[in-house]
């Protein structure tokens, strides 16, 4: 009888008040709220001015949810929230830092197919000077371009940039069809060595 | 004859009057228990921007879940025996009414002045427990011959604590009707055998009321939901319906017998109210602090209980009779 | 931090513990190989488990595609050796896979022999419980095509429906009923069946079967890889997921020539423990949820919603804290941080101590915990009981001391004790779990103190794995021990070849059946649950993958029409 005269004096002690809280992200002034912690790691955020549509995030993404397809003149780079584990790993790889996780966590939508079920971002593709086909963003030709001159070797610097720029602007398939016609053939680099 | 149409009346009046407290006293064993859980349970007094969502309170929500139950399929199992299985709710239900009849509420005496009102309500309260185990032992299924079989082993022990308390009372009063028990005066000797038996009629509602250390008929993580295991829909609301009738029921008759005479006249309403609300607060504080005995444990600690306290008030009961 | 090598370790194997092996391989971090004949198998349990007492991690066994099928016996020799453990591996033939089964001498290794049935198709000889352990019980026996043979009718003349329908017990056992508890039973959340043959409320009889939450997830680490898989071994459990995480990365660090920053490995070991004290609070909810005392359980979870809230705050999640990675940790505590949530764990710790000694008072709680589910220490060595299970029969072993993860568990470092407790009973696992709990209590403080006074790196950029590489990794589950072995892939450095997980309710679940024998219906559930058993863990993952073009998805107009057709009446 003591133990449970004891235990009765502890629930009616300190936390006699209700520990339930109401839903964490409400509105209403007369609730009061759980707390969202800081570093809750939430839907990851893409900047749209940061992505350059690498595919970096594409090969880590732990639970496969990233997903990049290009359609039309558009490159989707989409983030499936309900396969999301909010891992972060997208935002350790991404070279950009386009990438952030925010605090936010409401990711139930009645529909799979809805918008909001998905992290989505657009860009613009850049098209072929030759044949009209689009196949990568502006701006991850100029990254690659400034990474690549960053890291390169001083010997072989000012041939690749030359190439790197008449190259600007075909596709794979017309580069290969007019390498020779632009003189951008790899073979030189055989002879650089030389030197 | 104004007085045949005013019990008449009053019989009209006690069902939704029973039904409401019921469902009150119920409200109040969860609200209590849930902040004695810290938890925030039914609310009194709904949320500001959930009001017209919900209602500004959920203060009949046993009565909401139970509208709920008739508003769903019934599915009676085909190995059960039909007939039984579908009858012994509503005729718990019926008993359950009945007795509810033969206990006075303040203002309106009912059927309690009939001669030996006092053993026709405890014969229905009884009626009703037993329709309650006869139902679920025809529905076949071995999760409610389990719980059968521990209600029939409980019902057995504690109904031993209730007649002896409840005939303590009557040999010390030297009567069998309700209205003239609960009509009598207080007297030192009285109030003494009221402690006592009232502590005999409290541990026997605990198990004819399922409260903690004794609701192993229903010990959902043994036995599923025990005797209702079979029961939906409609069937299973009126159970519930039952529950509610014989909470209010029991608590009337613990008021009317150990605490008169705040059960007679009108006058004594709020006062009424007030032990009612006590009781429940004493129910629902041994329904918190006390996890679920085993069935044998229970009936060691019936026997070891409430037998020593029954001679007792025996005793007590037959002093005043021949004494004072 | 590096992790060392004893240098002579396959010497003294060769020397002091078995000397007839065909070859002996040394592995990073005190593991070796033993090569032997397969039907030596035998002997060497023999010898292991009966002179030695050493305990069997796992049995289970690898395709080797055209080299036959690799038979693994994983020992623990960390009693006799710093961290050492034993692999005896026997390679067996492909087109007839057979070899003795060491089920007959050690009941640790039943469960293990009938899931490598399962996987692989091999075939233990001998074993005492030849029936299915993932797969029905009427599923066509042996299992080597994986799929049912055409023709095939299930017509119920298996000994396991004869045995588990109760409609067909005989006349002479009519005073007996057969109850199954689950696959779905308010008293154990998860999917399992535990049938119990009862006379009035006496159990007479017990058995026990899982496989209803199969999940593949080792295949599916097979298929991801190393960085990947680390969020899939935290999925394997909800509740545990730290100490998953914890073993994986331990296993897959052991592959190559690790290094770890000090202050990850203390992250690493504060997690661990946040994470052991919230599944304790848990388990002590559920055990007095299931002895019926609501308030007890709302308490208890109240405390441990403030340990989540910690957990919440320090890794961003509140379940599956998705840090582990390869040579370090993901997040770093900020000093700030360490600081506010050491004052909030030494409050809690008095809290606890309050409460929890305070439940284990209570007479009711007694007197249905005492005398119910006993396990005596030989019982509990020779059915494999690992963790608290294990230490409330007075067996003490806990990973963290014999062969620890890579955190920081050095008793010289921080100060720390394995509990163990007498009793041999439900009421004695209890004790051990609530002191176990304060024990993590006072070393995730030490661990805060220690990250609110330094900063530092958080992680090294991790080598590539060697090809062909194996490890075993091991971690003190809140359950019991947990075991993971990795044999890296021979032809690409990212992919595993092989993963094994042995996880701890997989060993206490097996004893279940022990000690069910003789109590009361009412104390079922209570003795399952003593064990803490985690289904989810037992039966391992399963997934569903959206983008196959063989499931249909939904609209939301016809799951609307489809849940109408479902609910009318």
């Given amino acids: 009888m003591s133990t449970e005269i004891k235990i009765l004096k502890q629930v009616l002690s300190k936390y006699s008040k209700p520990m339930t809280l109401t839903y964490p992200s409400g509105v209403a002034p007369d609730r009061r709220y759980s707390q969202i912690p800081e570093g809750l790691r939430g839907i990851p955020e893409r900047d749209k001015d940061k992505c350059i549509g690498c595919r970096a995030c594409y090969f880590v993404c732990s639970g496969r949810a990233t997903s990049i397809y290009d359609k039309g003149e558009k490159r989707t780079v989409e983030i499936f929230l309900f396969r999301c584990t909010f891992c972060a790993h997208c935002q350790e790889a991404c070279p950009e830092e386009a990438i952030k996780m925010t605090n936010k966590f409401e990711i139930a939508v009645p529909n799979r197919e809805d918008p909001a079920a998905r992290v989505l971002t657009e860009l613009d593709l850049l098209k072929c000077k030759n044949c009209g086909t689009p196949y990568v963003t502006r701006k991850l030709v100029d990254r690659t371009y400034e990474r690549l001159m960053e890291k390169i070797d001083p010997i072989v610097k000012e041939t690749v940039s030359n190439d790197y720029k008449k190259l600007d602007g075909y596709c794979p398939d017309c580069r290969r069809a007019y390498g020779v016609d632009l003189d951008t053939h790899t073979k030189k680099y055989v002879w650089l060595e030389g030197v | 004859m104004v007085d045949l149409i005013f019990t008449v009346i009053s019989l009209i009046v006690i069902v939704p009057l029973a039904l409401f407290l019921g469902v009150i006293y119920s409200y109040l064993l969860r609200k209590l228990s849930a902040r004695f859980q810290w938890r925030v349970g039914p609310m009194l007094r709904m949320y500001g921007d959930l009001k017209p969502l919900l209602g500004t309170t959920r203060l009949l929500q046993p009565l909401y879940d139970i509208l709920k139950l008739y508003g769903k399929e019934t599915i009676v199992p085909d190995v059960s025996r039909r007939r039984l299985f579908v009858y012994s709710p509503f005729l718990s239900l019926f008993f359950a009414v009945a ?137 299973l609301g009126t159970y519930y319906l039952t529950k509610v009738f014989l909470l209010y029921g029991l608590v009337a008759l613990f008021i009317s017998l150990f605490l008169p005479p705040i059960a007679t006249d009108v006058l004594w309403l709020p006062l009424y109210i007030v032990a009612a609300v006590v009781l429940v607060f004493l129910l629902t504080s041994v329904q918190v602090l006390n996890p679920r005995y085993r069935i044998r444990n229970a009936i060691n600690w019936y026997l070891k209980v409430a037998i020593p306290l029954g001679v007792l008030n025996f005793i007590i009961a037959l002093a005043i009779w021949l004494v004072v | 931090m590096k992790f060392e090598t004893a240098p002579d370790v396959a010497e003294y194997v060769k020397k002091e513990i078995y000397p007839d092996g065909l070859e002996y391989v040394p592995l990073r971090e005190n593991r070796v190989i033993v090569k032997v004949a397969p039907g030596d198998l035998t002997k060497v349990a023999e010898l292991f488990v009966k002179k030695f007492e050493a305990r069997l991690i796992h049995a289970t066994a690898v395709d080797l595609e055209l080299k036959g099928f690799e038979v693994l016996h994983i020992y623990d020799f960390s009693k006799f050796k710093d961290r050492l453990v034993v692999i005896v591996k026997a390679i067996v033939d492909k087109d007839s896979p057979e070899f003795p089964s060491i089920a007959n001498i050690t009941w640790q290794a039943t469960w293990a022999e009938r899931e490598m049935k399962e996987l692989l198709g091999v075939k233990p000889s001998g074993m005492p419980d030849p029936r299915h352990q993932f797969l029905p019980h009427e599923w066509p026996n042996p299992v080597e095509s994986g799929s049912i043979p055409e023709g095939y009718k299930f017509d119920g003349s298996t000994t396991a429906k004869e045995m588990y329908l109760p409609l067909r017990m005989p006349i002479e056992e009519a005073y007996q009923t057969l109850i199954p508890i689950g696959p779905y039973h308010p008293g154990v959340i998860e999917g399992q069946i535990v049938y119990v043959k009862v006379e009035g409320e006496q159990v007479v009889a017990a058995d026990i079967k899982t496989g209803f939450h199969h999940r593949g997830i080792m295949k599916l680490i097979e298929r991801r890889g190393y960085n990947k898989g680390a969020f899939l071994a935290e999925r394997v459990c909800g509740i545990c997921s730290a100490a998953h995480g914890l073993a994986y990365i331990t296993c897959t660090e052991n592959l190559y020539e690790s290094e770890v920053p000090e202050r990850a490995l203390y992250i690493r070991t504060l997690l661990a423990e946040l994470n052991r004290m919230h599944s304790h609070l848990l388990w002590v909810g559920v055990v007095a949820d299931v002895i019926g005392w609501k308030t007890g359980f709302m308490l208890t979870w109240g405390l441990r919603e403030r340990v989540m809230d910690i957990i919440e705050a320090i890794t961003g999640n509140r379940v599956n804290y998705g840090i582990w990675r390869m040579g370090g940790v993901s997040r770093d505590v900020p000093q700030e941080l360490a600081e506010k949530a050491k004052r909030t764990v030494d409050a809690l710790r008095e809290e606890c101590a309050k409460l929890l000694l305070l439940v284990a008072d209570h007479p009711v709680v007694k007197s249905r915990l005492i005398g119910v589910g006993p396990l005596t220490r030989a019982q509990a060595y020779d059915g494999g ?98 075991a993971y072995y990795i044999r890296a892939s021979d032809k690409d450095s990212s992919l595993p070849h092989t993963v094994r997980i042995r996880t701890p309710s997989y060993r206490n679940n097996a004893i279940i059946p022990l000690m069910l024998v003789g109590s009361n219906l009412a104390d079922v559930p209570v003795v399952m649950g003593s064990t803490d058993q985690c289904l989810a863990c037992t039966d391992r993952l399963e997934v569903i993958d959206n983008r196959d073009g063989g499931r249909k998805i939904l609209t939301w107009d016809q799951l609307v029409n489809l849940s109408r057709r479902a609910s009318r009446w």
């Fill in chain 2, 99 to 235: 007795a509810i009849f033969f206990i006075p509420f303040p203002g309106m005496p009912l059927l309690s002045g009939v001669p030996y009102s006092l053993i026709i309500a405890s014969y229905l309260l009884i009626a009703s427990i037993l329709f309650t185990i006869l139902g679920p032992v025809a529905s076949g299924s071995p999760w409610a011959a389990i719980g059968a079989r521990r209600e029939v082993e409980l019902f057995l022990v504690s109904e031993l604590g209730f007649v002896l308390s409840l005939f303590a009372v009557a040999i010390a009063r030297q009567s069998l009707v309700i209205w003239e028990i609960s009509s009598g005066g207080q007297s030192l000797y009285l109030a003494l055998l009221t402690v006592t038996a009232g502590a005999l009629m409290f541990v026997a509602m605990l198990g004819k009321l399922h409260i903690k250390p004794f609701d192993m008929p229903e010990a959902e993580a043994e036995i599923v939901a025990g005797p209702y295991t079979e029961y939906s829909g409609k069937l």
């Fill in chain 3, 385 to 482: 009981a690992v963790g608290p299970v294990a230490r409330a029969s007075d067996w003490k072993i806990d990973v963290r001391i014999d062969n620890p993860p890579h955190a920081i568990y050095d008793p010289k470092v921080i100060s720390w004790e394995v509990i163990t407790d007498d009793h041999c009973d439900t009421f004695g696992r209890t004790l051990v779990r609530v002191k176990e709990l304060l024990v993590s209590c006072s070393i995730v403080s030490q661990c805060l103190e220690y990250l609110a006074k330094t900063t530092g790196d958080i992680r090294i950029k991790p080598k590539t794995v060697p090809l062909g590489a194996e490890a075993v990794g091991l971690n003190e589950a809140p359950r019991g021990e947990l």
